[in-house]
C-alpha cells in the first residue's frame, strides 16, 4: 500500500512538472513571437528601398533636394537597426529606433548636412504598406513634413 502511494505521488509530480515545463515553454517561446505591429514593419518597412517624394523644411518644399537619394532601415532587432541614405555618389550611415507601438521614429544620418533635418525624432502621421509620412515629434505645426514611398 505504501508502495502504491508513493507510486501514485511520484506519478503526478512528474505529470505536474511535465505540465508546468511545457506551459513555460510555450510562454517562452510567445515572447520571442513578433507581434503583428512587428511583422508589419519587417515585412514592408524594413530593407526596403524607400525615396522622398515630398519633404518639407522650415515651410518650403525641398523635395528636389532628396530626389537622388534612395533610403534603407536594416534591422538589427524589431526596434532598432542601421540606416542608410545612398545617392548617385555617396552612401552615409545612421542608425533608427522606434518605439513598440511604431509611433515614434528616430533616425541619426551623419556626414550630410542635407541630411541634418532628418535626424530627428519623428512621429508617423500615417503608415501603409508603401508609404510612410512623418512629421516631427516635438512639433506638429506644419513646418517639417516627410513622405517616403517604398520603390
Known amino acids: 500500500?505504501?508502495?502504491?502511494?508513493?507510486?501514485?505521488?511520484?506519478?503526478?509530480?512528474?505529470?505536474?512538472?511535465?505540465?508546468?515545463?511545457?506551459?513555460?515553454?510555450?510562454?517562452?517561446?510567445?515572447?520571442?513571437?513578433?507581434?503583428?505591429?512587428?511583422?508589419?514593419?519587417?515585412?514592408?518597412?524594413?530593407?526596403?528601398?524607400?525615396?522622398?517624394?515630398?519633404?518639407?523644411?522650415?515651410?518650403?518644399?525641398t523635395t528636389s533636394m532628396y530626389t537622388d537619394y534612395t533610403f534603407k532601415l536594416y534591422k538589427n532587432t524589431y526596434y532598432d537597426g542601421p540606416f542608410e541614405a545612398i545617392n548617385s555618389t555617396d552612401t552615409f550611415t545612421g542608425t533608427w529606433q522606434s518605439n513598440e507601438d511604431y509611433s515614434k521614429l528616430i533616425l541619426d544620418v551623419s556626414g550630410n548636412s542635407a541630411l541634418d533635418w532628418v535626424s530627428i525624432n519623428w512621429k508617423f502621421k500615417s503608415k501603409s504598406t508603401t508609404t510612410l509620412e512623418l512629421i516631427p515629434w516635438f512639433d506638429t505645426d506644419g513646418d517639417r513634413y516627410v513622405k517616403f514611398v517604398k520603390q
Open 1 to 61: 500500500m505504501i508502495k502504491s502511494y508513493f507510486f501514485f505521488v511520484f506519478s503526478a509530480f512528474v505529470l505536474f512538472s511535465t505540465s508546468c515545463k511545457k506551459k513555460e515553454e510555450i510562454i517562452q517561446a510567445k515572447a520571442y513571437e513578433p507581434s503583428t505591429l512587428n511583422q508589419f514593419f519587417e515585412t514592408y518597412i524594413l530593407n526596403k528601398d524607400i525615396r522622398i517624394t515630398q519633404a518639407k523644411f522650415e515651410g518650403r518644399d
